[in-house]
């Protein structure tokens, strides 16, 4: 039994977790950096431990401050979130090897998704189709070995990155030549892993992903796809469920294939497997996230489920209960940033005026209030706007007046909101054709 989960995570996150947490009878634990004192996730929490300076380094990242927090509150389990240490196999393990439960993948496991080279191996393995590129790490000589067999444009990727960084795109040998050592270095700075490895660059693809819960009874199921494809630098912006570009029987075929995936590593708790699809409808196997994701409430509004309250039911080893998931309607996410609308830099401040939109099938999900100051030491989210309808159209209508209802001002703040309204008028995004390089082209 859990009885009590520590939060290690903030902002919107962690006010979800809260919610799904009280719903279950269940008490929670928020910590906080200095920064986040007045943090809606520090007011709703029953316990609120503060754990260090502004610095993520030395408080939402720092693994002794957080177990200190664990003991002295008493909790007897730990919901990483996403971000942080969400996908930390040491955290994991510390947090079990203390006697709690890590609300999430086991260490194992999170080690060897994390390694997206790792990943590849065994869904080549499973015959799952992977996009074409090296078979493992390269140097500058079998980097250009497998160019011969694939051609430019490649990208560079690290076999530990994720979030979008660590992505080059690489058109001809000299910039192979150049950009290959400043992966590297890059990618043994911000990830403590050198490997890098290569893929063929994907002419205007879309983005595609699966949500998978599975249970420690070796129970997986495949809870539909979401389409991720707007996107600003491999970040994404909005998301929706299902893809409007894929059909039953290619949503059957994904499905499969991730349960397998799943099933053969022993995967346990909610993850998401990554694909790209070309303009030919072809998947290509991308990475697994091991967490909860930021997207996750699309798939929510339209199966009728709630993912975190199984991400907590399947920790304390309860069996996955869904018989079949029936898909309803359409939900589309938008996630709306504190940052400059035209130069995209973050934009914090004080919130002197909020009006969060509501009405028919309209959520948000923040942790931001009137009053609150967004501090400016951790990402620019500071909330999502998910919508419902009952078909693409009506979400979208629903959509445009949702973010017209929106309001959030506040000296010195700005947002994306009139940006997601641009990207939402746009055909290719109304007619559902929009691949990742949607939003680079409005900006030219
Ligand atoms: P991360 O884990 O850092 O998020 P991913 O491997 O999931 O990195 O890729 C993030 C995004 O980068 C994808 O959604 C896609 O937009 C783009 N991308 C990744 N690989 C390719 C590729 N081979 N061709 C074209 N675009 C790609």
Redesign the pocket.
Known sequence: MIRKVLIANRGEIAVRVIRACRELGIKTVAIYSEADRESMHVKLADQAVCIGPPEASKSYLDIPRIMSAVEVSGADAVHPGYGFLAENPRFAEIVQASGKVFIGPNAETLALIGD?IRAKEVAKKLNIPL?P?SDGPVDFKSALEVVKQIGYPV?I?AAG???????RIVRDERELREKLPLAMQEAKIAFGDERVYI????IN?K?IEVQILADTHGNVMALGERE?SI?RR?Q?LIEEAPSPSIDDKQRKMLEEMCVEFCKHIGYVGAGTV?F?MDQDGNF?F??V?GRIQVEHPVTEMITGTDIVKWQIKVAMGEKLSLSKVERRGYAVEFRINAEDPNTFMPSPGKITNLYLPGGPGVRVDTHVYCGYTIPPYYDSLIAKLIVWGSDRKSAIERAKRALEEFVIEGQGLKTNIEFHKRVISTREFREGKHH?RLVEEMLI
């Open positions: 997206k996009v590129g990208v990727k990155g994720g979030g979008g960084r660590g992505i893929e063929k660059y994907l693809p983005h991720c996107q491999h994404k990554e790209l290509y991308m990475e996230n990742i």
